[in-house]
């Protein structure tokens, strides 16, 4: 059964950092496209962040990430463990939310992996919390 779990989200300070891991089973994470969301009270489920790794040569390892966290958040893969990561430095009140990893079914463009209707698969979500 494939499965994706979430962890490495708490409460920092503003400017800090944090890094999220999202483990598969069932399936070899590697041929699979990852993405990152978050979604905050209130509002719709963004995408973060994402890695494209499945079929599509040209696009083939392609990252992309929401313009809010360019330069700030970094997703990397270990496929030695079947984990995806999020490396999130500076962070803003504004990040506030539960984050969610997600996998789909199909091969995706790295211009569109940003997009939840893209995905099938998603994880229980791990919170975050930037206060002060």
């Known amino acids: 059964q494939l499965q994706l779990v979430e962890s490495g989200g708490g409460l920092v300070q503003p400017g800090g950092s944090l890094r999220l891991s999202c483990v598969a089973s069932?399936?070899?994470?590697?041929?699979?496209?990852i993405g990152w969301f978050r979604q905050a009270p209130g509002k719709e489920r963004e995408g973060v962040s994402c890695?494209?790794?499945?079929?599509?040569?040209?696009?083939?390892?392609?990252?992309n990430y929401a313009d809010s966290v360019k330069g700030r958040f970094t997703i990397s893969r270990d496929n030695a463990k079947n984990t995806v990561y999020l490396e999130m430095n500076s962070l803003e009140p504004e990040d506030t939310a539960v984050y969610f990893c997600?996998?789909?079914?199909?091969?995706?463009?790295?211009?569109?992996?940003?997009?939840?209707?893209?995905?099938?698969?998603w994880g229980q979500g791990t919170q975050v919390t930037v206060s002060s």
């Open positions: 997600a996998t789909s079914r199909r091969s995706l463009l790295s211009s569109l992996c940003l997009f939840p209707g893209q995905y099938d698969y």
């Open positions: 069932g399936f070899t994470l590697d041929y699979y496209d």
């Open positions: 890695i494209v790794s499945s079929g599509i040569s040209s696009s083939f390892g392609s990252t």
